[in-house]
C-alpha cells in the first residue's frame, strides 16, 4: 500500500470541495490523504472521511495549550474535529510564515501528542542542489527526529520542482530517499512531491525506496488525483 496525498493549498470553496469528493472515484488500495483549508476541515471529515481516504490538516501551531495565539489552530483542535493527518514544513510555509526547523520539529511533537500523524515535508532549492550541497542540507531538516523512534513520514519536495514541471531523475530522487531512510533505525516513509501528475506518477511510485507521492496542483481536479491514486 502507497500513501496518495492531495495537497489543496488555499484553494476552494465549499461547493469545490463537495463536487470534488463526489468526482473522486478511485479503486485503490492505496492510502489517500486530502490536506483542505482549516476551515472545511470540520464538515469534511463528517461527510468524506472513511476507512481509505483521510482528511488532513495542512498546518498547525507550534504551541500546545490555549492562550494568545491570534489566528493559530492547536494539535487539540484539529484532534477535536477528526482529523488524523497534518502536513507540516511545507515549503511554502517554510518561506512566507518563516517556519524554520526547531518550529517543524515543535509542531511534530504537538501533533504525536493529540495521536494525529504528522506529514513532515524537506527539500532543498535550486541554489543549494547546484551548489552540491542537497544531502547535507536535508541531513540538516532531519537530523532532529533522528532520536524519535516514531514511526515518520517524510514528504521530500525539491522546491525547484514545486509547480515547476521539472521532476527530478530516478537517480536523483532514489539517492535522496536512502538518505532520508539511512539516518534512521526505525521505518520511515518516505513520499516524494513535486510536479506529480498522472503521466509520471506510476513511474515515481514504482522506485524501491518511495512509500508515495504527496501531489499539490495537480490533486485539484478529482479525476486527474484519482488516475493518480490508481497508478
Not at 492562550?67 to 482529523?83: C, E, F, I, K, R
Not at 504528522?118 to 550541497?133: D, H, K, Q, T, Y
Not at 536512502?178 to 511510485?205: A, C, D, P, R
Request: contains cysteine; charged residues 20%; negative net charge.
Amino acid at each position: 500500500m502507497k500513501i496518495i496525498a492531495a495537497n489543496f493549498k488555499m484553494n476552494g470553496d465549499r461547493e469545490f470541495i463537495d463536487n470534488w469528493f463526489q468526482n473522486f472515484n478511485a479503486d485503490t488500495e492505496n492510502l489517500v490523504i486530502v490536506g483542505l483549508p482549516p476551515i472545511y476541515l470540520e464538515s469534511s471529515v463528517q461527510n468524506f472521511n472513511k476507512s481509505n481516504i483521510k482528511i488532513a490538516g495542512q498546518n498547525v501551531s507550534k504551541f500546545n495549550n490555549p492562550g494568545a495565539y491570534t489566528g493559530q489552530m492547536s494539535s487539540a483542535m484539529l484532534n477535536d474535529v477528526g482529523v488524523e493527518f497534518c502536513i507540516v514544513g511545507h515549503s511554502e510555509a517554510r518561506e512566507h510564515l518563516c517556519e524554520d526547523n526547531e518550529s517543524v520539529y515543535e509542531k511534530y511533537n504537538c501533533l504525536k501528542s493529540f495521536s494525529i500523524t504528522p506529514i513532515v515535508c524537506i527539500g532543498e532549492s535550486l541554489e543549494v542542489r547546484e551548489a552540491n550541497n542537497h544531502l547535507h542540507f536535508i541531513s540538516d531538516q532531519i537530523e532532529k527526529f533522528s532520536t524519535n523512534e516514531d514511526k515518520i513520514i517524510f514528504a521530500y519536495e525539491p522546491i525547484w520542482a514545486i509547480g515547476s514541471g521539472l521532476v527530478p531523475t530516478q537517480e536523483e530522487i532514489e539517492e535522496m530517499s536512502s538518505h532520508i531512510k539511512s539516518y534512521f533505525s526505525q521505518q520511515v516513509t518516505v513520499l516524494y512531491g513535486g510536479s506529480v501528475n498522472s503521466k509520471n506518477s506510476s513511474e515515481i511510485l514504482n522506485m524501491n525506496n518511495i512509500d508515495g507521492v504527496l501531489v499539490g496542483g495537480a490533486s485539484l481536479n478529482a479525476e486527474e488525483f484519482a488516475n493518480i491514486a490508481q497508478s
